[in-house]
């Protein structure tokens, strides 16, 4: 990020503005080239058809200007079930002009703002606007032009047509292959009126050389092509050779972005279906958005469910254990008043008492676990001390005073109530409370 930044802040808001029209332009040209679908070449009079080498005549006639007589022509060339597809025009190479330049700079934004500003001194004869084309990867080299007015008749009269005309190119350089690009070239192109040649380094067009078939009929002017044609460096020579070559193509020709010249329709229909995509992709971000917005209500509402299926197949697994409970329940309540009776092991308490009373027990009673005693004994409250210190009795205590003298040996008659441990009559009764009848 603050590497960004820093690229960033070595530009000016004004050369930033350029550079995003700059992409922007580079985005529109290259959603235009990619609707070509069909490739037409102007040779010798002929319009050709580069897919199916199939051809018609340009007929001037009618007072049809020479855009409408060649969209008439593309008309009966198109396919008839792809109208819509874009094309790409190549014209001779006499239908456009060439300048050489040299400047100490880099970039084809750069170039094009510095050779656009140059234009009137460039080519002083033509007032009207041009289009540029050129590769802006050396400082140095040839920049086509070809009249904005040119490009936009052509475009009205393709659209009355009912087709859509992408961009027109320079025929020379249709003779070069998308695996030839990166060599260096020498393109050769020649019809009846014309002939010229093409110097291409890398991609970039460094010079052009064009002559007629008529001044080259003279000695003096033949002598002087050769000399410049010879200027030169050597190259892979790729020559055109007459109606032939342009029908036996058998293919769409692929554009060279940069010396491809685009009507303003053309740029307007581009601008179109960018802003397509962009809404496209606005429209994906938002159910983005949306989607990680409800994301957790999503995940929340999936996990309620899992776990809603979840507790189903439990309730259906533990069916046959509830029942087996529900049983068990049923049992409780019908036996549970028998069962949960409080036990009163009064064999087992008599044998404890026998132990300390010796024998002199005269009264004994047992209800709801209150046991009452009445016998002698030497000494009462020694023998309520010994009650009390067994685990199987609690709250020991007189339920008399002692009497000395009516026991004789035996000792004082006592009287004593005590409670059993094991015997919880009262969780009982809030267990199962008494039935009132």
């Known amino acids: 990020m603050k590497a960004l930044r820093a690229i960033v802040s070595k530009y000016s808001p004004a050369d930033l503005v350029a550079a995003g029209r700059t992409l922007l332009a580079d985005s529109v040209r ?11 070449v102007l040779f010798d009079g002929l319009l050709l058809n580069t897919l199916n080498g199939e051809y018609r005549q340009v007929v001037l006639e009618d007072g049809r200007s020479q855009a409408e007589a060649l969209a008439q022509a593309a008309r009966k060339l198109a396919n008839p079930h792809d109208l819509a597809a874009g094309i790409l025009l190549l014209l001779p190479p006499a239908d456009f002009l060439s300048t050489h330049y040299q ?12 050779l656009k500003l140059q234009a009137h001194t460039l080519i002083p004869a033509y007032d009207h606007e041009l289009l540029l084309g050129l590769n802006g990867q050396s400082g140095e080299g040839t920049a086509l032009w070809y009249p904005a007015r040119n490009a936009d008749e052509l475009f009205m009269a393709f659209q009355a047509e009912g087709l859509f005309l992408a961009a027109v190119m320079p025929r020379t350089l249709a003779l070069v292959g998308t695996m030839q690009r990166e060599q260096d070239l020498l393109l050769l192109d020649e019809d009846s009126r014309h002939v010229a040649q093409f110097e291409l380094h890398g991609g970039v067009l460094h010079s052009v050389c064009m002559a007629t078939q008529r001044d080259l009929q003279q000695q003096e002017f033949a002598e002087q092509w050769q000399a410049e044609t010879a200027k030169a460096a050597p190259g892979l020579r790729l020559r055109s050779q007459g109606h032939d070559y342009w029908s036996g193509r058998r293919e769409v020709v692929e554009p060279m972005e940069p010396y491809c010249f685009f009507p303003k329709g053309a740029e307007h229909y581009g601008r179109r279906l960018l802003q397509q995509k962009q809404k496209r992709f606005a429209a994906m971000a938002a159910g983005v958005v949306v989607a990680l917005l409800f994301l957790p209500f999503v995940a929340n509402w999936a996990q309620a469910t899992w776990l809603e299926s979840q507790i189903e197949e439990l309730r259906a697994d533990s069916a046959a254990a509830r029942q087996s409970q529900a049983a068990v329940y049923a049992m409780e309540d019908e036996w549970g008043a028998l069962a949960d009776y409080p036990r009163q092991d009064v064999a087992q308490t008599l044998l404890t008492l ?3 009373i010796n024998s002199s027990l005269t009264d004994f009673s047992l209800e709801e676990g209150v046991v009452d005693l009445t016998g002698y004994a030497q000494d009462p409250a020694l023998l309520v ?4 210190e067994r685990e199987e009795f609690f709250e020991v205590s007189q339920s008399r005073s002692s009497s000395g003298g009516e026991g004789g040996a035996r000792g004082d008659r006592f009287g004593i109530r005590l409670r059993l441990s094991g015997a919880d009559f009262g969780g009982y009764d809030a267990k199962y409370p008494p039935v009132q009848k």
Do not use: P
């Not at 080239?33 to 037409?40: D, F, G, K, P, V």
């Not at 001390?385 to 009390?388: A, F, M, R, V």
């Open 385 to 388: 001390e010994q009650l009390s």
């Open 103 to 114: 400047l100490a700079l880099k970039g084809d934004s750069l170039l094009r703002s510095a």
């Open 30 to 40: 290259q959603d235009v080239l990619a609707s070509i679908r069909q490739s037409l």
């Open 354 to 356: 026998n132990q300390y």
